[in-house]
């Protein structure tokens, strides 16, 4: 089945900088990949997805690139703020064998923006 | 903004106990899912279901049973609780597949 590994357990920024969160995942076939955060003893919330027809998209600060070719794709977020401090989860999912709606999540990611 | 409630927010239950967790949306969402969240592993698929009066098994369902009784609600079943299912568990909804989640507050449960 799908393996989607994010390979910063945790990443540290300065206000300002940009941060770059990545994510592989083992399925060619799949086809849809959303990003959620969590912030600190909350619930998850929808950042920013990409489908495999497009290889960029932008929504304000935040960036996702998606190379089919590296099973690879990234969480580009610039100018960061402390309220960007969170987990952030990617996820894959639409691959072979994969039924319908069935997300496949990476560990997270824990982004720290210092002041 | 989507709505989905879980219930109870947290839970102690002994081992060998019979535990229900349940979800509400007022989404009118079509898919609902449960996840369970162990640190250091993300979020982990454990039922799902598309339509009332069906479910279907996720990645991890051993020990696990669900229940959709209506398209609003979607329940948990741990029938004999064990201490590996202690967690934190995610209640989800979605308009059909491969749209966005919208997650509720989440359970965590302890099993002691």
New interface residues.
């Given amino acids: 089945?799908e393996k989607?590994e994010?390979h910063e357990s945790t990443l540290s920024v300065r206000e300002g900088d940009s941060a770059v969160i990545n994510c592989t995942y083992t399925d060619t076939a799949s086809?849809?990949f959303?990003w959620?955060k969590q912030e600190a003893g909350?619930?998850?919330?929808?950042v920013i997805?990409i489908?495999s027809n497009v290889d960029r998209k932008q929504s304000q600060r935040l960036t996702v690139l998606l190379d089919k070719k590296a099973k690879r794709f990234s969480l580009h977020i610039t100018a960061t703020q402390p309220e960007d401090s969170a987990i952030y989860?990617c996820a894959a999912?639409?691959g072979r064998g994969s039924?319908?709606?069935?997300?496949?999540?990476?560990?997270?990611t824990q982004l720290i923006v210092i002041p | 903004e989507a709505a989905v409630t879980q219930s109870p927010r947290s839970k102690v239950a002994v081992t060998g106990g019979k535990v229900t967790l349940s979800c509400h949306q007022t989404n009118n969402h079509d898919y609902m899912y449960w996840y369970r969240q162990d640190t250091g592993h993300g979020l982990r698929l454990i039922h799902y279901s598309y339509v009332a009066d069906s479910t279907e098994k996720g990645d991890i369902p051993d020990g696990y049973k669900a229940s959709r009784p209506s398209q609003e609600n979607f329940s948990l079943i741990l029938e004999l609780a064990s201490l590996s299912q202690t967690a934190v568990y995610f209640c989800a909804s979605s308009v059909g597949s491969q749209n966005t989640l919208y997650f509720g507050a989440g359970t965590r449960l302890s099993v002691l």
């Fill in positions: 089945g989607v994010q086809s849809y959303p959620y909350k619930s998850l919330h929808f997805d489908r989860f999912s639409g039924a319908l709606g069935r997300l496949h999540f990476g560990a997270g």
